[in-house]
């Protein structure tokens, strides 16, 4: 059977949206959708046997992205398994605004510091697309950073440096112009809720904002006064409608709120504060 008429099949047996089975095909033949559409190669018994077993797999509902071991951040390819938190397209927003105001960033310096940095997407597309940055990821979970150090390997950047810790506790003094975060915002009680792939499969502790989803903007905001320097940013990824909290919290501590953006869904998405 060759490759087109297996995805064909494959969506009407599994009833499996042809995306899916598009990504899957090429990721076993290893090849991309340009040549999947101009060859058509023939698929061996082999891997038709691989891609079926991939395909039950999504069928219980485990990510895609982890089936794979990939997904595409910012143009960067970024390595996912169990144990560290998909990225998602609307955290390259934050990317963006960072990308926007790099000059007024160099300003006060060249150091960015992103925090719960995860697969470090946010920290290597920031060092990928800035190379006069130089950029420290930490995260408390050992197992993100080794899929973050990874991620720095494979995309082969290097002015990023990933560390093992819990928000600023690597960090003693004022060291930094930038500051970045997409911490765990969830409410507890409403992880449950979610859909079965983020529930059932991400990381509980990537997504734990606390009762109110709060808990990370209030220990950030709390402390980034001693390691920010002056006239530095911080960009944070906030969820829906906790643009007010977040406002009070850092009107409170003496940030001035610069701007926020929202995303394609009109949710406010990112708030970039200043010192």
Do not use: W
Request: hydrophobic share 40%.
């Amino acid at each position: 059977m060759r490759a087109l008429e297996k995805i064909r099949n494959l969506t009407d047996k599994f009833s499996i949206h042809i995306k899916e089975a598009l990504e899957i095909v090429c990721h076993v033949l290893e090849i991309g959708k340009t040549q999947l559409y101009t060859e058509n190669p023939e698929i061996t018994p082999d891997k038709s046997q691989i891609i079926e077993s991939l395909i039950e797999r999504r069928l219980k509902k485990e990510p895609l992205q982890y089936i794979l071991g990939e997904c595409f951040f910012y143009n960067i390819k970024i390595k996912v398994g169990p144990g560290v938190l998909i990225p998602r397209p609307e955290t390259e927003i934050l990317v963006e605004e960072v990308i926007k105001r790099k000059n007024l960033i160099a300003n006060t310096g060249h150091r960015v510091l992103d925090l719960c940095t995860g697969s470090g997407c946010i920290a290597l597309a920031i060092a990928k697309n800035i190379p006069d940055f130089h950029v420290f990821g930490i995260d408390i979970s050992k197992k993100a950073v080794m899929y973050a150090v990874e991620n720095k390997a494979l995309n082969n950047i290097k002015n990023a440096d990933f560390l093992v810790g819990n928000l600023f506790e690597p960090f003693r003094e004022k060291l930094f112009s930038c500051i970045t975060a997409n911490p765990p915002y969830v409410k507890t009680e409403d992880i449950f809720k979610l859909q079965p792939e983020i529930k059932d499969y991400e990381p509980f502790e990537a997504l734990d904002g606390g009762k109110d989803g709060l808990r990370f903007y209030r220990d950030i905001i709390k402390e980034a006064m001693r390691y920010l320097l002056k006239d530095g940013l911080i960009f944070l990824e906030i969820g829906a409608g906790q643009s007010d909290a977040v406002y009070a919290e850092a009107s409170m501590e003496g940030f001035e709120v610069v701007d926020v953006v929202k995303d394609l869904a009109g949710i406010e998405r990112v708030m970039i504060l200043k010192n």
